[in-house]
């Protein structure tokens, strides 16, 4: 039980990587826009975070310097894709690229480096319960403000006036400006927000998550919670169940490692790309409950005139 536990508490860690990258991006593709360069932008917020949060020793700076450096790039990135025109696929994938090299040349100093000691949360009066202690009360608060932001962006989705606008921008751009909405600056926006968001996790990831600074160490989770907001089929609550489940998948290797399960370690390595795999491979047999879901103007763009 205390095994499981661990598991448990690991793959809500894992998972919160993974769902505040994709509900960003889920942001940005509600509003009709692709951004296939959440891998660059989260190994460029890591290496800012880490490295905001060597100097100040302050993980609240180190969150807000990745969540900015995501943001800068993601509005680079809308401004070519939203005002410029050009194709969002080669556009998000220079940015992954440049992100990658970029995070690389900058994060040369700070390979060696060391943040100070890591603080130990847990929730007054929860964190001695047996089992559910350490295996939900005793997480980092990003955590749980991972689970917040997740009812947040459904109620913001849903419930309010701008995110009915916002699905409106991604349904039908042409119909939002003949009423009268700036949809460039909507999805520019949209673009900002959700680059803010993948910032704010690639800086978990470095900070609290590892907490260190490797080259490349996002390690793909920027395509998974590309591929995660397909998965969820655009809907907030099925994006962090979906993170959960890669988180544990992830977390799974070790465990079974931990075990003394006499599986190659490459073998396990690869769990957590082939669930990715696999899931897109069975959603895409359904291309009729794809279509009903996904925004009608996913990925077009779009030139008001007049």
Not at 66 to 95: D, S
């Amino acid at each position: 039980m205390e095994a499981l536990a661990l598991l448990l508490a690991a793959t809500l860690n894992a998972g919160t990587v993974l769902a505040i990258a994709a509900l960003g991006l889920l942001l940005n593709e509600r509003a009709g826009i692709v951004n296939l360069g959440a891998e660059g932008m989260m190994l460029v917020a890591a290496i800012a975070g880490f490295a905001t949060g060597v100097h100040t020793g302050s993980d609240t700076a180190a969150f807000a310097a990745g969540a900015a450096a995501g943001a800068l790039m993601a509005g680079a990135f809308g401004l070519l894709v939203v005002y410029l025109g050009t194709n969002q696929v080669a556009t998000g994938l220079a940015l992954s690229l440049f992100g990658a090299g970029f995070s690389a040349f900058v994060g040369v100093d700070y390979v060696q480096g060391k943040l100070g000691e890591r603080p130990q949360f847990a929730v007054p009066g929860l964190a001695d319960l047996p089992f559910f202690g350490p295996a939900l009360f005793r997480q980092h608060p990003m955590v749980y403000a991972a689970m917040g932001l997740t009812a947040a962006m459904v109620w913001f989705l849903y419930r309010s006036r701008a995110g009915l606008v916002l699905r409106a921008v991604g349904e039908s751009p042409e119909s939002a400006h003949a009423l009268g909405y700036p949809v460039q600056r909507i999805r520019l926006g949209a673009v900002l927000a959700g680059g803010a968001l993948c910032g704010l996790a690639g800086s978990y990831l470095s900070v609290v998550y590892t907490p260190l600074w490797v080259e490349g160490m996002v390690a793909g989770k920027g395509w998974i919670a590309l591929a995660l907001t397909t998965f969820a089929t655009w809907r907030p609550a099925r994006v962090l169940l979906g993170a959960y489940l890669f988180g544990g998948v992830t977390m799974l290797q070790f465990h079974l490692q931990g075990q003394g399960v006499d599986v190659p370690s490459q073998f396990l390595s690869m769990l957590p790309y082939l669930a990715t795999i696999v899931v897109l491979v069975l959603i895409s047999r359904n291309t009729g409950f794809i279509k009903a879901n996904m925004p009608a103007s996913l990925g077009k763009p779009f030139t008001p005139s007049g």
